[in-house]
Every structure is written in C-alpha cells, then in structure tokens.
C-alpha cells in the first residue's frame, strides 16, 4: 500500500467522525483490491476535498448531501447519511424541510420515497437500531 496523501488523512479522520469508526471499519475490511483505488478517491475527495472544507457546518453538510441523495433517488446513501445525522448534528426538522425543498425542487415522487426512507432511519436510530 502506498503512503497517503495528507488529504487522505484528514479525509479518514473525517470520514471517521460522521459515519463513525464502526461504519468506515467495515468499509475498510471488505474493500478488495477491485475497488481500493475507488475507496482511496472517495476518502480524498469527497470526505478529504468537501466535507473537511472549513465553510460550513457538518450540519449543514450533512443536510445539503441528503437533499442531494433523495432528489437523485440515491436510497443506500441516503439511508446511511440519515444515520450520519447523529454525528453531525442535523435534526429531524432539519430533514423534514430537505424534503419539502426535494418535493419542489427534484419532485413530489423524489421526495416521497426519501421521506419513506428518512422516517423508516430516524425510526430505526430510535429504536437502538444500528447498520
């Protein structure tokens, strides 16, 4: 494995605080060398490049991703970055008016299969759940 960039590092350790240790973990375990390269550029520009940014919130981050999964109908990760909410900060409310600006903006159909899938998270997080 070849050494990681400084990017990299402060993505992990991003990465780390909102999906938590267990999560990225896992991830880490059964990646394979098929997708190794794959996992690398995610952990550098997505959690490295953008969500490490100093300009906003991971609140406001994590909002703003969630929005974006359900109006792209991207159910998995919508669901896990639900769970995220927990590390980050954002509030049921918080996810109530993503959807409202998902119905407008990408769709009523968008926005009422990822309410379905918001509300089946939070109430799994309640219930001691974990995924």
């Known amino acids: 494995m070849s050494e990681k960039s400084r990017r990299y590092t402060e993505g992990m350790a991003t990465r780390r ?14 990646k394979t060398e098929f997708d190794d390269a794959f996992q690398e550029l995610i952990t550098e520009a997505a ?13 406001l981050r994590s909002v703003v991703t969630i929005a974006l999964l359900a109006a792209l109908g991207h159910d998995e990760e919508l669901a896990m970055h639900v769970r995220a ?3 980050t900060g954002a509030t049921a409310d918080d996810l109530r008016e993503a959807m409202l ?11 009422n299969r990822a309410i379905r899938i918001v509300k089946q998270t939070l109430a799994a997080m309640q219930s001691g759940e974990t995924q």
């Open 17 to 30: 605080s909102v999906l938590g240790d267990a999560w990225v973990d896992r991830a880490e375990a059964n």
């Open 85 to 87: 909410t927990a590390r």
């Open 101 to 111: 600006h998902v119905a407008i903006y990408a769709g009523v159909p968008a926005a």
């Open 47 to 59: 959690w490295g490049h953008v969500w490490s940014r100093p300009n906003w919130t991971k609140r």
